[in-house]
Protein backbone atom coordinates (compact mmCIF):
# COMPACT_ATOMS: atom_id res chain seq x y z
CA UNK A 1 0.00 0.00 0.00
CA UNK A 2 2.68 2.14 0.87
CA UNK A 3 5.08 1.65 -2.14
CA UNK A 4 1.63 2.45 -4.68
CA UNK A 5 1.07 5.70 -2.49
CA UNK A 6 4.37 6.29 -3.44
CA UNK A 7 4.92 5.28 -6.61
CA UNK A 8 1.06 7.50 -7.18
CA UNK A 9 2.53 10.51 -5.69
CA UNK A 10 5.82 10.59 -7.34
CA UNK A 11 3.74 10.79 -10.64
CA UNK A 12 1.42 13.27 -9.64
CA UNK A 13 4.33 15.04 -9.06
CA UNK A 14 6.31 14.96 -12.29
CA UNK A 15 2.78 15.36 -14.16
CA UNK A 16 2.83 18.82 -12.37
CA UNK A 17 6.09 19.16 -12.92
CA UNK A 18 6.08 18.46 -16.54
CA UNK A 19 4.76 21.88 -17.28
CA UNK A 20 7.75 23.21 -17.08
CA UNK A 21 9.00 20.87 -20.15
CA UNK A 22 7.83 22.87 -23.20
CA UNK A 23 6.75 19.85 -25.89
CA UNK A 24 6.66 19.87 -29.19
CA UNK A 25 3.86 21.73 -30.79
CA UNK A 26 2.98 22.37 -27.29
CA UNK A 27 -0.83 24.37 -26.89
CA UNK A 28 0.77 27.11 -24.89
CA UNK A 29 -2.93 28.37 -23.87
CA UNK A 30 -2.42 24.83 -22.19
CA UNK A 31 0.56 25.51 -20.21
CA UNK A 32 0.51 24.72 -16.70
CA UNK A 33 -2.54 22.48 -17.01
CA UNK A 34 -1.46 19.88 -18.92
CA UNK A 35 -1.81 16.36 -17.26
CA UNK A 36 0.07 14.03 -19.29
CA UNK A 37 0.64 10.49 -18.70
CA UNK A 38 4.00 9.02 -17.68
CA UNK A 39 6.14 6.54 -19.69
CA UNK A 40 7.86 5.10 -17.29
CA UNK A 41 9.72 2.05 -19.10
CA UNK A 42 9.70 -0.06 -22.41
CA UNK A 43 10.15 -3.56 -22.74
CA UNK A 44 10.57 -4.84 -27.12
CA UNK A 45 7.93 -2.96 -29.10
CA UNK A 46 5.96 -1.86 -25.28
CA UNK A 47 6.26 0.98 -23.18
CA UNK A 48 4.46 0.58 -19.78
CA UNK A 49 2.92 4.09 -18.35
CA UNK A 50 2.77 4.58 -13.97
CA UNK A 51 -0.23 3.42 -13.99
CA UNK A 52 1.00 -0.04 -15.27
CA UNK A 53 -0.76 -0.03 -18.43
CA UNK A 54 0.87 -1.91 -21.47
CA UNK A 55 1.26 0.20 -24.55
CA UNK A 56 2.23 -1.06 -28.24
CA UNK A 57 4.70 1.57 -29.12
CA UNK A 58 3.08 1.52 -32.71
CA UNK A 59 5.82 4.56 -34.00
CA UNK A 60 8.77 3.19 -32.52
CA UNK A 61 9.53 6.13 -30.41
CA UNK A 62 9.71 8.60 -33.32
CA UNK A 63 11.17 6.00 -35.54
CA UNK A 64 14.36 5.65 -33.75
CA UNK A 65 13.46 2.96 -31.37
CA UNK A 66 13.74 0.79 -34.37
CA UNK A 67 15.11 -2.28 -32.65
CA UNK A 68 13.00 -1.73 -30.03
CA UNK A 69 13.35 -0.95 -26.12
CA UNK A 70 15.63 -2.50 -23.69
CA UNK A 71 17.70 -3.86 -26.11
CA UNK A 72 20.78 -5.24 -24.04
CA UNK A 73 23.35 -5.75 -27.04
CA UNK A 74 22.74 -1.73 -27.79
CA UNK A 75 23.10 -1.08 -24.06
CA UNK A 76 26.71 -2.83 -23.92
CA UNK A 77 28.01 -1.57 -27.30
CA UNK A 78 27.41 1.52 -26.02
CA UNK A 79 28.53 1.61 -22.62
CA UNK A 80 32.03 -0.30 -23.49
CA UNK A 81 32.47 2.53 -26.47
CA UNK A 82 32.26 5.17 -23.85
CA UNK A 83 34.49 3.70 -21.51
CA UNK A 84 36.63 3.21 -24.21
CA UNK A 85 36.44 6.91 -25.90
CA UNK A 86 33.71 9.17 -25.45
CA UNK A 87 33.97 11.41 -27.91
CA UNK A 88 36.55 13.09 -29.90
CA UNK A 89 36.97 15.72 -32.53
CA UNK A 90 36.67 14.50 -36.04
CA UNK A 91 38.10 17.65 -37.94
CA UNK A 92 41.80 16.17 -38.10
CA UNK A 93 41.25 12.98 -36.45
CA UNK A 94 39.24 9.73 -36.91
CA UNK A 95 38.34 6.92 -34.71
CA UNK A 96 37.34 3.24 -35.82
CA UNK A 97 33.87 3.40 -35.31
CA UNK A 98 33.42 6.39 -37.39
CA UNK A 99 35.38 4.91 -40.17
CA UNK A 100 33.61 1.34 -39.91
CA UNK A 101 29.98 3.42 -40.03
CA UNK A 102 31.31 5.21 -42.67
CA UNK A 103 31.65 1.93 -44.81
CA UNK A 104 28.72 0.25 -44.00
CA UNK A 105 26.59 2.99 -44.73
CA UNK A 106 28.35 3.32 -48.73
CA UNK A 107 27.80 -0.74 -48.64
CA UNK A 108 23.92 0.21 -48.48
CA UNK A 109 24.17 3.34 -50.86
CA UNK A 110 23.31 3.11 -54.84
CA UNK A 111 25.92 3.56 -57.11
CA UNK A 112 28.76 6.07 -56.39
CA UNK A 113 27.28 7.68 -52.85
CA UNK A 114 30.26 6.50 -51.41
CA UNK A 115 30.86 9.37 -48.93
CA UNK A 116 29.37 9.93 -45.43
CA UNK A 117 28.71 13.40 -43.31
CA UNK A 118 27.68 12.63 -39.90
CA UNK A 119 25.10 14.85 -38.49
CA UNK A 120 23.32 14.59 -35.13
CA UNK A 121 19.64 14.06 -36.73
CA UNK A 122 17.38 14.30 -39.76
CA UNK A 123 17.01 18.16 -39.67
CA UNK A 124 20.49 18.99 -39.70
CA UNK A 125 20.91 16.00 -42.27
CA UNK A 126 18.94 17.98 -44.94
CA UNK A 127 20.05 21.73 -43.55
CA UNK A 128 23.78 20.40 -44.36
CA UNK A 129 22.56 18.88 -47.63
CA UNK A 130 21.42 22.00 -49.08
CA UNK A 131 24.35 24.03 -47.36
CA UNK A 132 26.45 21.43 -49.22
CA UNK A 133 24.70 22.05 -52.47
CA UNK A 134 24.90 26.43 -51.83
CA UNK A 135 28.67 25.18 -51.70
CA UNK A 136 29.44 23.94 -54.31
CA UNK A 137 27.55 25.63 -56.58
CA UNK A 138 29.85 28.72 -55.12
CA UNK A 139 33.12 27.04 -55.60
CA UNK A 140 31.89 26.19 -59.33
CA UNK A 141 31.28 29.92 -59.85
CA UNK A 142 27.50 29.11 -60.47
CA UNK A 143 26.36 31.43 -57.41
CA UNK A 144 22.95 31.62 -58.67
CA UNK A 145 22.32 28.11 -58.78
CA UNK A 146 20.48 27.95 -55.22
CA UNK A 147 16.88 27.40 -56.12
CA UNK A 148 15.56 24.64 -54.08
CA UNK A 149 12.00 22.57 -54.99
CA UNK A 150 10.24 20.76 -53.19
CA UNK A 151 6.58 19.15 -52.36
CA UNK A 152 3.58 20.62 -50.96
CA UNK A 153 2.89 18.23 -47.73
CA UNK A 154 6.40 17.30 -47.30
CA UNK A 155 8.49 17.28 -44.26
CA UNK A 156 11.74 17.95 -44.18
CA UNK A 157 12.67 19.12 -40.54
CA UNK A 158 12.66 21.67 -38.15
CA UNK A 159 15.91 23.62 -38.52
CA UNK A 160 15.01 27.42 -40.37
CA UNK A 161 16.58 25.63 -43.68
CA UNK A 162 14.73 22.23 -43.70
CA UNK A 163 11.36 23.49 -42.57
CA UNK A 164 11.57 26.23 -45.42
CA UNK A 165 11.50 23.36 -47.74
CA UNK A 166 8.72 21.59 -45.99
CA UNK A 167 5.50 21.80 -47.12
CA UNK A 168 3.03 20.77 -44.96
CA UNK A 169 0.50 24.04 -43.94
CA UNK A 170 0.14 23.18 -40.05
CA UNK A 171 3.58 24.22 -40.35
CA UNK A 172 3.49 27.01 -42.53
CA UNK A 173 0.62 29.04 -40.78
CA UNK A 174 2.63 30.99 -38.16
CA UNK A 175 6.36 30.57 -38.52
CA UNK A 176 8.60 32.55 -40.72
CA UNK A 177 10.47 30.84 -43.64
CA UNK A 178 13.29 31.32 -46.08
CA UNK A 179 12.14 33.42 -48.82
CA UNK A 180 12.49 33.61 -52.40
CA UNK A 181 14.66 30.05 -52.84
CA UNK A 182 12.35 27.71 -52.31
CA UNK A 183 9.18 26.26 -54.54
CA UNK A 184 6.49 24.05 -53.26
CA UNK A 185 5.24 21.80 -56.40
CA UNK A 186 1.95 19.28 -55.75
CA UNK A 187 3.12 16.33 -53.96
CA UNK A 188 2.15 12.77 -55.62
CA UNK A 189 -0.86 12.00 -53.65
CA UNK A 190 -4.05 11.17 -54.35
CA UNK A 191 -5.14 14.48 -53.35
CA UNK A 192 -4.26 15.91 -55.99
CA UNK A 193 -5.41 13.04 -58.60
CA UNK A 194 -8.30 13.45 -60.69
CA UNK A 195 -11.08 11.95 -60.50
CA UNK A 196 -10.96 8.32 -62.95
CA UNK A 197 -7.58 9.55 -63.74
CA UNK A 198 -4.85 6.64 -64.27
CA UNK A 199 -2.20 6.07 -61.69
CA UNK A 200 0.28 6.13 -64.67
CA UNK A 201 -0.82 9.30 -66.27
CA UNK A 202 -0.92 10.82 -62.66
CA UNK A 203 2.70 10.11 -62.26
CA UNK A 204 3.55 11.61 -65.82
CA UNK A 205 1.67 14.59 -64.87
CA UNK A 206 3.92 14.95 -61.24
CA UNK A 207 6.87 14.91 -63.25
CA UNK A 208 5.59 17.49 -65.78
CA UNK A 209 4.81 19.74 -62.85
CA UNK A 210 9.22 19.66 -62.01
CA UNK A 211 9.72 19.81 -65.16
CA UNK A 212 7.28 23.08 -65.38
CA UNK A 213 8.99 24.67 -62.37
CA UNK A 214 12.33 24.04 -63.73
CA UNK A 215 11.59 25.81 -66.38
CA UNK A 216 9.87 28.58 -64.77
CA UNK A 217 12.64 29.02 -62.42
CA UNK A 218 15.35 28.31 -65.34
CA UNK A 219 17.38 25.15 -65.18
CA UNK A 220 20.79 27.22 -64.49
CA UNK A 221 18.88 28.49 -61.00
CA UNK A 222 17.68 25.01 -60.19
CA UNK A 223 20.08 23.74 -57.58
CA UNK A 224 18.25 20.66 -56.12
CA UNK A 225 14.86 18.66 -55.58
CA UNK A 226 14.20 17.41 -52.20
CA UNK A 227 11.03 14.94 -51.66
CA UNK A 228 10.61 12.06 -49.08
CA UNK A 229 11.35 8.74 -50.93
CA UNK A 230 9.39 6.93 -48.04
CA UNK A 231 7.01 9.40 -46.27
CA UNK A 232 7.44 10.11 -42.53
CA UNK A 233 5.91 13.04 -41.46
CA UNK A 234 5.21 14.58 -44.25
C1 LIG B 1 11.46 12.87 -44.19
C2 LIG B 1 11.99 13.54 -42.96
N1 LIG B 1 13.02 14.39 -43.09
C3 LIG B 1 13.54 15.03 -42.00
C4 LIG B 1 13.02 14.81 -40.73
C5 LIG B 1 13.60 15.54 -39.55
O1 LIG B 1 14.30 14.66 -38.73
P1 LIG B 1 14.67 15.01 -37.22
O2 LIG B 1 13.37 15.02 -36.47
O3 LIG B 1 15.60 13.90 -36.81
O4 LIG B 1 15.35 16.34 -37.18
C6 LIG B 1 11.95 13.91 -40.56
C7 LIG B 1 11.40 13.67 -39.23
O5 LIG B 1 10.34 13.13 -39.07
C8 LIG B 1 11.42 13.27 -41.71
O6 LIG B 1 10.39 12.43 -41.60
Redesign the pocket.
Known amino acids: MRGKWAVSRVTADLVKADNQFIHPWDDIVKLGKNKRTVIERGDGVYVYDSDGNRLLDGPGG???VNIGHGREEMARAIYDQIMRLSYTSPWSLTTGPAVKFSQAIAAEAPGDLNHVFFTT??????DSALRFVQFYNNVRGKPEKKHIISHKK??????YL?ASVSGKERDRNSLDFVEGLIHHISAPHSLWKAEGQKDSEFLDQCVANLEDCILAVGADRCAVFVA?PI????
Open positions: MWCGGSTAVGYHGSTSELASG
